[in-house]
């Protein structure tokens, strides 16, 4: 059983940052940790996914050269780095997690069997 503790989210201006943080807590040393937002309305959507064990990362188009993945395997805790922030980055952000299997999309929400609460962030211009 793996739990997922978001924190970090905020209200930002645009072109500003945050850094969101997901506290694992259970196995997830051959994990796929992956970011998920959604908008109001709109469905669920993958922001950026890593691989715990190797540290192969990927990203939407959307937010590749602005947000960064990346683990602190000692602590167990996922981070989010956002930079040049937009007013369509604003939604809830979302932990998941799964043990990996070949042949699984990372950004599809649907085959994830942890999530954590959620954390906001508002991007206002």
């Known amino acids: 059983q793996v739990q997922l503790v978001e924190s970090g989210g905020g209200s930002v201006q645009v072109g500003g940052s945050l850094r969101l943080s997901c506290a694992a807590s259970g196995y997830t040393e051959n994990y796929c940790m992956t970011w998920f937002r959604q908008a109001p309305g709109k469905n669920r959507e993958g922001v950026a996914g890593?691989?715990?064990?190797?540290?192969?990362?990927y990203y939407d188009d959307s937010v590749k050269g602005r947000f960064t993945i990346s683990q602190d395997k000692v602590n167990n805790i996922l981070y989010l780095q956002l930079n040049s922030l937009k007013p369509e980055d604003t939604g809830m952000y979302y932990c998941?997690?799964?043990?990996?299997?070949?042949?699984?999309?990372?950004?599809?929400?649907?085959?994830?069997?942890?999530w954590g609460q959620g954390t906001q962030v508002t991007v206002s211009s």
């Open positions: 890593l691989y715990t064990k190797t540290d192969s990362a």
């Open positions: 998941a997690a799964r043990p990996v299997v070949y042949g699984r999309h990372w950004a599809n929400p649907d085959v994830y069997d942890y």
